[in-house]
Nanobody, 112 residues
Framework: QVQLVESGGGLVQPGGSLRLSCAAS????????LDWFRQTPGKQRELVAG???????NYADSVKGRFTISRDNAKNMVYLQMNSLKPEDTAVYYC??????WGRGTQVTVSS
């Protein structure tokens, strides 16, 4: 059984930084693609960043140059470093292990 647990969310001022973490259980971690999604009320969940089992990454245009996704297969962890945060980054952030394993999310609020 795969379980994902996100942490690291919180309240930050515009221009600030946060680092999200996602801890995964299960022995299949290092062969799976991992993604960070986010969702705001009334909107569809959107892909923020993804990383393949080989370490290739992709980002939504809205976060390119500000966010960095990384993974540590030895620790079964995936991270999202978020810099230069904007109010529009406010959302619940979810970790996903391909194809359909999800965490419960962590709230990120960017506000002065």
């Amino acid at each position: 059984q795969v379980q994902l647990v996100e942490s690291g969310g919180g309240l930050v001022q515009p221009g600030g930084s946060l680092r999200l973490s996602c801890a995964a259980s299960g022995s299949i971690f290092n062969v799976k693609n991992l993604d960070w999604f986010r969702q705001t009320p009334g909107k569809q969940r959107e892909l923020v960043a993804g990383i393949t089992s080989g370490g290739s990454t992709n980002y939504a245009d809205s976060v390119k140059g500000r966010f960095t996704i990384s993974r540590d297969n030895a620790k079964n962890m995936v991270y999202l470093q978020m810099n230069s945060l904007k109010p529009e980054d406010t959302a619940v952030y979810y970790c996903r292990m391909y194809p359909a394993y999800w965490g419960r999310g962590t709230q990120v609020t960017v506000s002065s």
